[in-house]
């Protein structure tokens, strides 16, 4: 079974620019949340979609947003990115139906974001 | 709301034993154990269920005190492949918000 993949793995941006990233998850998962994570900080829960739809937002600005597709991919876009934004972003995926059994999630290898 | 983890960071020797608390201020679900070695992914290794039910993959016991709203994570003899830092993720409803990770703890173990 094929874990979950992340594109690309690397990316070096400046500021101002943005940036796309994508995420594939385990097939029949329906859940995909996306973390940044920088040093000191732990996993900082961005968003998570679940059937196309946002269900849960964390606490980051409005120049972060996400989709996800019919086929459960999801992808993560950042505008005008700032230094701050330097972080690995990582996405993790999940069964995650409503009410239903623990929720255990796989993570992807995550890309690494560099803003100059 | 951010659990908090304890220690920040703790090294052992090979065989020694540790414990890693998660401390949440709200009422708990779950708490979730993922461990991150260097330059990797965070790697699942067990869920805690209010109500006491476990269910993990490796040979790594933890407990899950719903009073307090803390789990605990026991390495018992430890190797030096337990090295990583080990987050806890703290669910307040099944399915329905997310994992809330706190900021890790950092396990080096050494010869």
């Known amino acids: 079974k094929a874990g979950v993949t992340q594109t690309p793995r690397y990316l070096i941006k400046t500021r101002g620019q943005q940036v796309t990233l994508s995420c594939s998850p385990i097939s029949g998962h329906r859940s995909v949340s996306w973390y940044q994570q920088t040093p000191g900080q732990g996993l900082q829960f961005l968003f998570e979609y679940f059937s196309e739809t946002q269900r849960n937002k964390g606490n980051f600005p409005g120049r972060f947003s996400g989709r996800q597709f019919s086929n459960s991919r999801s992808e993560m876009n950042v505008s005008t990115l700032e230094l701050g934004d330097s972080a690995l972003y990582l996405c993790a995926s999940s069964r995650s139906f409503p009410g239903g059994d623990y929720n255990e999630q796989f993570f992807g290898p995550g890309t690494r974001l560099t803003v100059l | 709301q951010q659990p908090v983890q304890s220690p920040q960071a703790v090294i052992l020797r090979e065989g020694e034993d540790a414990v890693i608390n998660c401390s949440s201020s709200k009422a708990l679900y779950s708490v979730h154990w993922y461990r991150q070695k260097h330059g990797e992914a965070p790697v699942f290794l067990m869920i805690?269920?209010?109500?006491?039910e476990q269910k993990g993959h490796e040979k790594i016991s933890a407990s899950f005190n719903e009073k307090k709203q803390q789990s605990s994570l026991y390495l018992t003899a430890s190797q030096l492949s337990y090295s990583g830092t080990y987050f806890c993720g703290t669910e307040q409803n099944s399915g329905n918000t997310p994992l809330v990770f706190g900021k890790g703890t950092r396990l080096s173990v050494i010869a």
């Open positions: 805690l269920l209010k109500g006491g």
